[in-house]
């Protein structure tokens, strides 16, 4: 693992140690499949309108939803109420959720899709 701060590859992305770890801490990778209900309410996010823009996404909102995300206390619910959505309606992807780009969280859905038999 990377020194906290620093930034991994995952599928030509680049994306914060520091997600990951709560995310997989939470269970996002291992039991809990569901946010938890209202967790909306505590996002970091809400009110700031860089996180629902799509035509104009920079990489400098990029790098502000990302610094947002890092701090909030329900990335893991949010990318679990991401993947949730994107699952049943594949157009429906906004850019940053959960601390990760749509690509991103596209490469982590395969990554940790249970495999067929």
Do not use: I
């Not at 809400?46 to 823009?53: A, I, K, Q």
């Not at 949730?84 to 429906?92: K, L």
């Not at 690509?103 to 859905?109: A, F, G, N, Q, W």
């Amino acid at each position: 693992m990377n020194a906290p701060g620093q930034t991994t590859a995952l599928g030509g992305s680049r994306y914060s140690d520091q997600t990951v770890v709560r995310a997989y801490a939470e269970g996002l990778l291992g039991r809990r499949r569901t946010p938890r209900p209202g967790w909306e309410k505590d996002a970091a996010c809400v009110g700031d309108e860089r996180f629902y823009e799509r035509d104009t996404v920079t990489p400098a909102v990029v790098a502000h939803q990302r610094r947002v995300c890092s701090a909030c206390p329900v990335t893991a619910d949010c990318l679990l109420d991401a993947l949730a959505h994107e699952r049943v309606e594949p157009g429906w992807q906004v850019s940053t959720r959960g601390g990760l780009l749509a690509r991103e969280r596209r490469h982590l859905t395969k990554r940790t899709r249970p495999e067929q038999s």
